[in-house]
């Protein structure tokens, strides 16, 4: 079985990665974040990027696309419970709604390539 769905997934996930390295400040803008509390967000961006990447590359070693979906769906639900508890009040539902749109889009991508 090939994952095509999957494997774009990873691939637009892969892209998000690179552009969390090269522009941490997005994250802590987006949370209209200053000083320590921007700091400290543009190291959770760092940390998505190692970890998004990392995780999409399995997609595309043979077999493992299905694990590669698991992990990143199991990371975003986690980002949501954890972002979602707590963050900023004003800014809850962005950092639950966004991970858990792309546990959604994983999870219907990883269905999909199975039937």
């Not at 998000?16 to 949370?31: D, I, M, Q």
Request: aromatic share 6%; net charge positive.
């Amino acid at each position: 079985m090939s994952y095509p769905l999957t494997r774009t997934m990873a691939a637009l996930t892969a892209g998000y990665a690179v552009f969390a390295a090269a522009r941490p400040r997005h994250l802590s803008s987006a949370l209209d974040e200053s000083g320590d509390a921007a700091r400290a967000t543009d190291r959770l961006a760092r940390t998505y990027a190692v970890r998004d990447l990392s995780t999409s590359a399995l997609a595309f070693v043979p077999g493992l696309a299905p694990v590669a979906a698991a992990l990143r769906i199991t990371g975003d639900l986690g980002d949501a419970a954890i972002l979602g508890t707590t963050g900023p009040t004003s800014e809850r539902a962005k950092l639950v709604g966004v991970p858990l749109t792309w546990a959604a889009l994983n999870a219907a991508a990883l269905v999909l390539d199975r039937r």
